[in-house]
């Protein structure tokens, strides 16, 4: 099966992320939110990256217009009707995904692929939402889209090997490394990454040292490009919260226990760089 034309649902972060990475790769792709004025702000982020990276003589005029061209706004879930395959990039909320795959299930053609940007959440649950289980895998991007070469492709319980293919060999047309996972909370990034991020909270919480010194020492001494309470603040601390919440519940482990002081900040709305204000202050 051939993938020609794409929906993203979801015109945030991750979504037009994955938006543009497809339209650069010569996919028809539709751009998809609730709201037109969020497509149109998207777009207008996704063309003033198109022109850095022009002025740094990484892109040419033409392959900028031919990725623009590639891209179709939209804020109807009809416009699902014709597409290949259809991307959820939305927020990490189970009975929010459930009732937009439902809806896509009655627009959608009979061959189209589901696919979900999940970073945490089960794809076999978000399947049986769809009468196409078989039909359903989880693409988990990393954040920033555009950038980042890694993308995790999860198997429902269902998924077929032909669908897992399709999704593979996209993957690479996308300029992505896909790498297989099984369908298990938090899957393999975030299983191994929260639990770090979630300790070097309690580190802060216990007063074990302070939090440029604990970004400092992973940096420094494990060669990591960004702190750990650093990359929490890029990441979203309400996230943060809510894939340890998920894997908390699902393996029913200790060690997933998100930290008080998490909990305290998501409660203050310090949410990290996206409001001002985590465990750092971004003014």
């Known amino acids: 099966m051939e993938i020609k034309k794409i929906m993203v649902v979801g015109a945030g972060q991750m979504g037009g992320g994955i938006a543009q990475v497809a339209a650069q790769a010569g996919i028809t792709t539709v751009i998809n939110d609730v709201d037109m004025a969020i497509v149109n702000k998207r777009m207008a982020f996704i063309t003033s990256l198109f022109d850095k990276s022009i002025a740094k003589g990484k892109l040419t005029e033409e392959a900028k217009q031919s990725a623009l061209a590639n891209l179709i706004p939209s804020d109807s879930l009809e416009d699902a009707a014709d597409c290949d395959l259809i ?137 990591h490009p960004m702190g750990p309470l650093e990359l929490a603040d890029f990441i979203g601390l309400d996230t943060i919260l809510s894939i340890l919440e998920i894997m908390h519940e699902g393996y029913g482990d200790p060690k997933y226990r998100p930290c008080p002081l998490l909990r305290q900040y998501v409660k203050a709305g310090w949410l990290g760089k996206k409001t001002g204000k985590g465990f750092y202050n971004y003014g």
């Not at 769809?130 to 950038?147: A, D, L, S, W, Y």
């Not at 999860?154 to 993957?171: F, K, M, Q």
């Not at 191994?192 to 300790?199: A, G, P, S, T, Y």
């Open 87 to 223: 991307i959820e990039a939305i927020v990490e909320n189970m009975e929010i995904k459930g009732i937009v795959f439902k809806k896509l299930d009655e627009i959608a053609p009979a061959h189209a692929i589901f696919a979900s940007n999940t970073s945490s959440l089960p794809i076999t649950e978000i399947a049986a939402h769809t009468k196409r289980p078989e039909q359903v895998i989880g693409m988990h991007f990393m954040n920033p889209v555009p950038i980042m070469k890694l993308v995790e492709i999860i198997r429902g319980i269902a998924t077929t090997d032909e669908v897992y293919s399709v999704i593979h060999d996209l993957s690479v047309k996308m300029g992505k490394t896909p790498v297989e996972v099984r369908d298990f909370p938090g899957f393999v990034s975030n299983r191994v990454l929260q639990v770090m991020i979630n300790e070097a909270i309690f580190c802060v919480h216990e007063n074990v040292s302070s939090i440029k010194d604990i970004d400092t020492v992973m940096k420094l001494g494990m060669n």
